[in-house]
């Protein structure tokens, strides 16, 4: 499976972004998909992850209240909406995929994660 993330872009503190993450190959094959950020000059971070079935979300405690991660299996897309950017939410974003398909855990480190994206940039102005 191969991944592309979009959606990203030069936005006013406050704005929202709605960012995309396609799987083309094969599917995210019924597992876990995560989105992580790295801002400049710092470790890539977990965002969010969304169980295969939609039915569990994880969300670190930067992104609570204001972002909100969905899939739809169907048409092989996982979204990110943000909501309320603040000028630190600003880094490199990435979605990526586990291999375990079926599984309702959601790891929150990078290293549990088999498949990345190419990332997009979102840049929070303030």
């Keep these: 499976v191969q991944l592309q993330a979009s959606g990203g872009g030069l936005v006013k503190d406050g704005d929202s972004l709605a960012l995309s993450c396609a799987a083309s190959g094969r599917s995210f094959a019924r597992g876990v998909v995560g989105w992580f950020r790295q801002p400049p000059g710092?470790?890539?971070?977990?965002?969010a992850?969304?169980?295969?079935?939609?039915?569990?979300?994880?969300?670190a405690?930067?992104?609570?209240?204001?972002?909100?991660?969905?899939?739809?299996?169907?048409?092989?897309?996982?979204?990110?909406?943000?909501?309320?950017?603040k000028p630190e939410d600003t880094a490199a974003y990435?979605?990526?995929?586990?291999?375990?398909?079926?599984?309702?855990?959601?790891?929150?480190?990078?290293?549990?994660?088999?498949?990345?994206?190419q990332g997009t940039q979102v840049t929070v102005s303030s």
């Design 42 to 47: 710092q470790e890539r971070e977990f965002v």
């Design 61 to 85: 405690d930067s992104a609570k209240g204001r972002f909100t991660i969905s899939r739809d299996e169907a048409q092989n897309m996982v979204y990110l909406h943000l909501g309320g950017l």
């Design 49 to 59: 992850g969304i169980s295969w079935d939609g039915g569990r979300v994880e969300y």
């Design 94 to 117: 990435f979605c990526a995929a586990s291999g375990a398909p079926g599984s309702r855990f959601i790891p929150l480190k990078s290293v549990n994660y088999a498949v990345w994206g």
